[in-house]
């Protein structure tokens, strides 16, 4: 089985950026769909982004998320990374990286199998 670590997470002003990062171990990242979630206090695990563990690498994000966050990977590093621009305070949460055995990794949180432990990222009006 594989684990995850996250980290870069911090506190940053609305407007900034901040990039986190995903390693792995045990087992081969290439063997995963690899994605983002992120929860707030109170509130329900929320889907990020999510990478297709396939040479093409195909990509998806959450609606409130499009345009401002990018999600990459590279397999010989057993590296995710989550970049994230433009940040806003409503982005405040704690951020897990997420690994399943499928092609493509989906929105529901109860599909994955591994978990990291979180790194928290707030962001400041």
């Known amino acids: 089985q594989v684990q995850l670590v996250e980290s870069g997470g911090g506190s940053v002003q609305a407007g900034g950026s901040l990039r986190l990062s995903c390693i792995a171990s045990?087992?081969?990242?290439?063997?995963?769909?690899i994605s983002w979630f992120r929860q707030a206090p109170g509130k329900e695990r929320e889907f990020v982004a999510t990478i297709s563990r396939s040479v093409s690498l195909m990509t998806n994000y959450g609606d409130s998320v499009k345009g401002r966050f990018t999600i990459s990977r590279d397999n010989a590093k057993s590296m995710a990374v989550l970049q994230m621009n433009s940040l806003k305070p409503e982005d405040t949460a704690v951020y897990y990286c997420?690994?399943?055995?499928?092609?493509?990794?989906?929105?529901?949180?109860?599909?994955?199998?591994?978990w990291g432990q979180g790194t928290q990222v707030t962001v400041s009006p």
């Open positions: 997420a690994a399943v055995q499928n092609i493509i990794g989906g929105s529901n949180w109860n599909a994955y199998d591994y």
């Open positions: 045990g087992r081969a990242l290439s063997d995963y769909a």
